[in-house]
């Protein structure tokens, strides 16, 4: 059975830093999609970026340079790392996974392509 679990969001200044991650079991990242995605107040839900089959990680263009998409195989964990925060990153964050498939290669950016997603983290940027 595939779970996806986030870890604990939190509160951090404009210009801070906050890290989740994602605790997956019941599939191998190799015949994934991994994802986080994320829905401001208000408004829909969207992409992070996220991981294909083969490690290659791709980002959103509102986070590249900021935020770091990161898994590790052995702990079954996808990480992301934002820096830099803003207002606008103030959201609930979800991890999904998208599969199984033999082969997997580029950016799924896609809600409706995923068909397993954690219950979420909030995380909240305040000035």
Not at 1 to 14: A, D, K, T
Not at 40 to 53: A, F, H, K, Q, T
Not at 56 to 82: C, E, H, P, W
Request: proline content about 2%.
């Amino acid at each position: 059975q595939v779970q996806l679990v986030e870890s604990v969001g939190g509160s951090v200044q404009s210009g801070g830093s906050l890290s989740v991650s994602c605790a997956s079991s019941g599939f191998e990242y190799r015949h994934y999609y991994m994802a986080w995605f994320r829905q401001p107040p208000g408004n829909e839900l969207v992409s992070v970026g996220s991981i294909d089959c083969n490690g290659g990680i791709y980002y959103a263009n509102s986070v590249k340079v900021r935020f770091t998409i990161s898994q590790d195989s052995a702990k079954n964990t996808m990480y992301l790392q934002m820096n830099s925060l803003d207002l606008e990153d103030t959201a609930m964050y979800y991890c999904a996974a998208a599969g199984p498939y033999s082969q997997c290669v580029g950016f799924a950016a896609q809600v409706s392509q995923y068909n397993y997603w954690g219950q979420g983290t909030q995380v909240t940027v305040s000035s």
